[in-house]
């Protein structure tokens, strides 16, 4: 499970509103670590879109679940190591939350730099009670002809385990 120390940002500097939205940020991922379609598909609205390292766009959370069921069951995928960069409430109900990813892959102890990625998730809270994501686009931070950045982003995320 990724904790919220794992994230790096004190509680005290964050409204309730930003802590959930981290919250729902690190469920997403250790849902993901734990090879779990139904949590995973779980912290999305129901017309909420999923737009993969390969650019796979999959809409609702009934096809998001299919998707990575599928996924889950061709193979073992990687396992995700995040930090959150900032949180935006853009309003009292929607928020913006920016994050980096390593993955470390099934069988080894390292993360793997081709695979390092930008998070993105815009995030829903229509019933003052519990916020849903709405978008999550994972882009792969490859940063090309600057290997420096990705050295940087890589050993960033490696103090993480």
Not at 116 to 144: C, D, M, Y
């Amino acid at each position: 499970m990724i904790s919220e120390n794992k994230l790096r940002t004190p509680k005290a500097l964050i409204s309730a509103d930003e802590v959930e939205v981290r919250a729902l940020y690190l469920r997403l991922l250790d849902s993901w670590n734990e090879r779990n379609s139904n949590e995973f598909a779980s912290q999305f609205s129901d017309e909420g879109t999923f737009i993969g390292f390969d650019g796979t766009q999959v809409n609702g959370s009934t096809e998001i679940e299919a998707h990575l069921r599928k996924i889950f069951s061709d193979h073992v995928p990687g396992h995700y190591v995040g930090k959150v960069r900032h949180v935006q409430l853009l309003s009292p109900s929607v928020a913006l939350l920016n994050g980096i990813a390593g993955m470390v892959p099934a069988g080894r102890l390292d993360i793997e730099p081709k695979l390092n990625a930008v998070h993105t998730l815009v995030s829903l809270n229509r019933n003052g009670k519990e916020w849903r994501i709405v978008l999550f686009q994972n882009t792969p931070a490859q940063f090309h002809g600057l290997p420096e950045q990705v050295k940087k982003m890589t050993d960033e995320l490696q103090e993480l385990l």
